[in-house]
DNA sequence: CTTGAAGCTATAGTTACTAGAGACATTAGC
DNA sequence: GCTAATGTCTCTAGTAACTATAGCTTCAAG
């Protein structure tokens, strides 16, 4: 049996992250020693390990905890799953275009910056005005 | 003279949001009219906008402060700026290179996708088991 | 002059944690 | 066996950057 400290070393989630999922279920309750303190066995491990790598790989608690419902009823078929992570791809790849334009804007600031004083800075002319940006930023969400 | 509806609509930026930005002094009060509603110039919407485009670049609301206190000095020389720049570039930068180690992982996640039962799927299996990953997400950070 | 949209304040909720306070449990060294 | 250090407990509050709700007042149009 694991201590919380051991569990969260082993899988690499800090202790009161730890506590935190089982605060909103995402783990069972564990375990107590005499003492009142939390003991895990493996099975509580590997669910936590898999919870550490899906969010690793971005996806919300929420989609996890789907994933989780549906990995305790194995002979469901596979496509809710599927589905699950096709969404999570697809957000990653849109995040990834969004980032390389926003990449790209930054880029043409830095290199304008004409390196004196604040009154002729391009990184804030830039900033200040829309008409000066390559994006269309007034349908783009922000973040 | 704007209220902040039509400061809002012509900025692109949402009415609860011009208020927690005065809330959080990024904008100042601005003048009332006398039913206690707001009065924005052209003053207002300039560095509204400016924040606006600022976030939309995914600079930070504290960055953005610092940016808007150096642009009210514009005797001061241009690095400062430059230097919140080029870390904001650095970090999308990083930002994009590590979307796309995701991008992968899930690819091969949904690629490999049996289409059978849970029992043998392998978005569950790869999340269960990192040893399936190609990733080192024991140093990655998460998110 | 009345009605509906827009505005006001204040509070609470969101996501996914993180940090702190103050008390109890466990372990290592002596 | 004792003590000190570390680990763990609960609970509350804080983080970023908003968003939503409630209950009220003000404004503009017809």
Redesign the interface.
Known sequence: MLTIGKLAAET?VKVPTVRYYEQIGLLPPPERSRGNQRLYGPLAR?RL??I???????FPLEAIRD?LS??D???????A??A???A??AA??A??TQ??A??Q???R??VQ?????????R??EV??D?GQ?A?D??T?P??
Do not use: N, W, Y
């Open positions: 690499g590997q390990a898999f550490r790598h899906a969010r690793a790989l971005g994933l549906l990995s009823r194995p002979e469901l078929p596979c496509s799953a599927d699950i992570a096709k999570q791809l990653v790849q995040r990834i980032l390389k926003l990449e804007e930054l880029q600031m830095v910056c004409a390196h004196g004083t604040i009154a002729d800075c990184v804030i900033l200040g829309h940006c994006q930023h007034h783009a922000i973040d």
